[in-house]
């Protein structure tokens, strides 16, 4: 168990639509980024918060949007979906491994499925 | 422009016997190099680091080289278990501040056949 927590774990929906996904980093972590994975593809990084403010920016569509709260977990708003936005969402958040190592520690996902 | 490369989508080796993971990468900026291990339906999972500075680093069965001049990151692991059968991502890191931005390729899939 990383510390990261994502819901829900899987979202079945249609083209069109719009759905939050929810990420809660490990406890003291104040840095989010959010991945996707889609079949065939690695890792694509999309957008990173740190202490609630935007950071980083990946490849990320202008129909997602993200945020990070107060409370610094963070929701990941994909709107007018499409079919190719089916894929693997990942969530994870910044922490320090053996040695130092400055790494990341992910969720167990989002599978999102548009139909 | 795929600044990580895993080149090879697929492995398959015997049981106790070695995989070798190739990853390769173009910019020579990064200052750490990490291995992620991915299970089905799981988030990836940390497993082996090595700074730019460095050229081997081992933890247990896992060792992961490091060739700068030919821009050359490895991954052995020896002996394998069935148990290591996943998808192994190579990631490359380059230092913002007091944070990380994590460059991914697409990843392998090592089957361990028992």
């Given at each position: 168990?990383s510390?990261?927590?994502?819901?829900?774990?899987?979202?079945?929906?249609a083209?069109g639509?719009?759905?939050t996904?929810?990420?809660?980093?490990?406890?003291?972590?104040?840095?989010?980024?959010?991945?996707?994975?889609?079949?065939?593809q690695g890792?694509?990084?999309?957008?990173?918060?740190?202490?609630?403010?935007?950071?980083?920016k990946?490849?990320?569509?202008?129909?997602?949007?993200?945020?990070?709260f107060?409370?610094?977990?963070?929701?990941?708003?994909?709107?007018?979906?499409?079919?190719?936005?089916?894929?693997?969402y990942?969530?994870?958040?910044n922490?320090?491994?053996g040695g130092?190592?400055?790494?990341?520690?992910?969720g167990?996902?989002?599978r999102?499925?548009?139909? | 422009?795929?600044?990580?490369?895993?080149?090879?989508?697929?492995?398959?080796?015997?049981?106790?016997?070695?995989?070798?993971?190739?990853c390769?990468?173009t910019?020579s900026?990064?200052?750490?190099?990490?291995?992620?291990?991915?299970?089905?339906?799981?988030?990836?999972?940390?497993?082996?680091?090595?700074?730019?500075?460095?050229?081997?680093n081992?933890?247990?069965?896992?060792?992961v080289f490091?060739?700068?001049?030919?821009?050359?990151?490895?991954?052995?692991?020896?002996p394998?278990?069935?148990?290591?059968?996943a998808?192994?991502?190579?990631a490359?890191?380059?230092?913002?501040?007091?944070?990380?931005?994590?460059?991914?390729?697409?990843?392998?899939t090592?089957?361990?056949?028992?």
């Amino acid at each position: 168990d990383s510390g990261v927590t994502q819901t829900p774990k899987h979202l079945i929906t249609a083209t069109g639509q719009r759905v939050t996904l929810r990420c809660s980093p490990r406890s003291g972590d104040l840095s989010v980024y959010w991945y996707q994975q889609s079949l065939d593809q690695g890792l694509q990084f999309l957008i990173q918060y740190y202490n609630g403010e935007e950071r980083a920016k990946g490849n990320i569509l202008e129909r997602f949007s993200a945020q990070q709260f107060p409370d610094l977990h963070s929701e990941l708003n994909l709107s007018s979906l499409e079919l190719g936005d089916s894929a693997l969402y990942f969530c994870a958040s910044n922490g320090l491994a053996g040695g130092g190592v400055n790494t990341q520690y992910f969720g167990p996902g989002t599978r999102l499925t548009v139909l | 422009d795929q600044q990580v490369k895993q080149n090879s989508p697929s492995l398959s080796v015997q049981e106790g016997r070695i995989s070798i993971l190739n990853c390769d990468y173009t910019n020579s900026m990064f200052d750490y190099f990490l291995w992620y291990k991915k299970y089905p339906a799981e988030g990836p999972t940390f497993l082996i680091s090595i700074s730019s500075i460095k050229d081997k680093n081992e933890d247990g069965r896992f060792t992961v080289f490091l060739n700068k001049s030919a821009k050359h990151l490895s991954l052995h692991i020896v002996p394998s278990q069935p148990g290591d059968s996943a998808v192994y991502f190579c990631a490359a890191s380059l230092l913002t501040g007091a944070n990380s931005k994590l460059t991914f390729g697409k990843g392998i899939t090592l089957s361990v056949r028992p």
